[in-house]
């Protein structure tokens, strides 16, 4: 028991200095954990819009590609006829084409000039003749080249979206029109595919500028067409940030949307929030039980120690009231006796593993997301891509007689090639590293990189030198993925040099350091802007028409885990550097 008077407003203060920091960590815990989560979210959902979005845009793309091309016809002039000549025949041709393509229509018809039907191509149920429709007719003869229709109509579950196109004839004069009710159904219900990327409750939807529900990656059921409950400016936010609102069940979720200009869409993406948030409240539960114990053994040594240690326990009072301020830097001082010793350790310690708790959560929150995206897209991307890949090749050969078709199939089969290249550069970023380090040599690293892009760099005209300057010191590190990092960074400085310039991979010790030791590439390009460094190798993050933007962050991830450091900067007079700074035994010890 306490004794004296001291004694026993130190054991309040100790129970007070304990309490205090307890709940005020259990509330920033609570607080910082809730923003993490949230963040995290909003990069999950994100990731997960991003990919769609491309889908959806390459189809609506593509969509206007057969259009145009449909209407790129050679037609005669306006006013211009011949004997026994149909001058329609190029454009009934072009419409059975759009028929045949890779859509499904509901209507599919050309009008000419003066609206008068020409060409019923597919025609509604019980309806030979049909009127075009209100907006696109208006909107064509006020001049407009192509329409896409926010006017959609739900039928027996499907929803169509009408198109309207001009054709020009030789003179550029209009010459007829192009009018189509597209059925979406099935193509946005396949780009949408499924949720596992987005966990068990992921959702994704696709509705109208007003809010009406189109399709989704699910059966849409009754809600089709119907207007859903989305909070205020939901529908328009273009910041990507995370709402919270009641869906259509009744249930509460979190979700981020984002408008397809194209067509007036919003794509939404959705989970329920007890899913969004089941580790902060795991955190939370976890927070107080710890608290609870940890103000027990607070209890008891102070019950035992109060006597012993009022001088002592002023200096832990103070530094409990700085942490609670918010200062979680703060540490004990060295104090005069065992006891006092012993406790000061210990409570530096306790705040050392929480704060190295808070970041291995964020850090390892972070990964689990992309490492959970990246294998999610392969798995769902993977197998069409290759199927995509084998047909290409196959039309390819078809068409290898014709040069327009041959090139256009020259086209796709190199976009294909670069998706590939995504899906290995998002798979390398998202698998866990490990390490299996040897005893390496610079010079012997940096020819294998030299003979990997040899080729490359002889295309472009690129002379590559090696100055390895580290007079047979060695290593310990992963061959392997210590290559595949210099390849990445010679390759960025082959794409960025001018023609007949050299690219240098230098091997180097440093002045003020014997621990550690420097590789570094040099490129004799335009050299990095000043905005960018911040970015640079953040995931996704790329200035090249060609770029993934995984490439540098695969590097900075290699390096670190050899427990190295990667930069860049400038050079002055033109080009820029990436340097690379690894300790020479690190991995081995």
Known sequence: MVKSSLARRIFRCMLLGGLVPLLSMAFASQYFGKQAIVDSEEGHLGYAMTSRMIWLKEWLHYTKKEFT???????????????????????????????????????????????????????????????????????????????FSSNYTIEDGKVLMPIGKTVLDKNGETFAFIIAKLDIT??????????????????LYIVSNEGRYLSSNFGMGSIQGQVGKFPPGFLSDSTGAIHEYQDWRGNTVVGISSLIDESGWV??????????????????????????????????????????????????????????????????PALPDKESQLLGAAFNQMLDRLALSRKALAHSASMAAVGELSFGIVHEMSNPLTSVKINLQSLARKVADDPTYSEMAKIASQQTARLENMLSDLMNYGRPIQLNPEEIQFKDLAEE???????????????????DLLDHHSFFGDREYLNRALVNLVSNAIHWSEPECTVTLTGRLLEDDDERFVMSVTDCGPGIKEAQFDRLFQPFFTTRRDGTGLGLANVRKIIEHHGGEVAAENIPGGGARFTIKLPFRGLEI
């Open 69 to 147: 091309y449909a209407a790129n016809i050679s037609c005669p002039k306006k006013h211009e006829s011949y004997s026994g000549h149909n001058p329609f025949r190029a454009l009934h041709r072009a419409v059975d084409s759009l028929g045949a393509g890779h859509a499904r229509y509901q209507l599919l018809a050309a009008y000419r000039d003066d609206w008068a039907l020409e060409i019923l191509s597919v025609a509604p149920p019980g309806d030979s003749s049909p009127s075009p429709p209100p907006d696109l007719k208006e909107a064509l003869s006020n001049g407009e080249d192509f329409v």
């Open 186 to 203: 099935n193509s946005i219900g396949r780009i949408l595919g499924n949720t596992g990327d987005l966990g068990k409750s992921g959702k």
């Open 267 to 332: 794509l939404i993406a959705e989970v329920d929030k007890s899913e969004a948030y089941h580790w902060l409240y795991v955190g939370i539960s976890f927070t107080i039980a710890t608290s609870l114990i940890t103000l027990l053994l607070i209890f008891i040594i102070s019950s035992r120690s109060a006597n012993l240690l009022a001088k002592p326990m002023h200096d832990l009072a103070r530094v409990a009231r700085r942490i609670s301020e918010g200062k979680f830097g703060e540490r004990m």
């Open 449 to 467: 990189t030299v003979r990997l892009l040899k080729k490359e760099a002889g295309s472009k005209g690129i002379f590559l030198h090696i100055d």
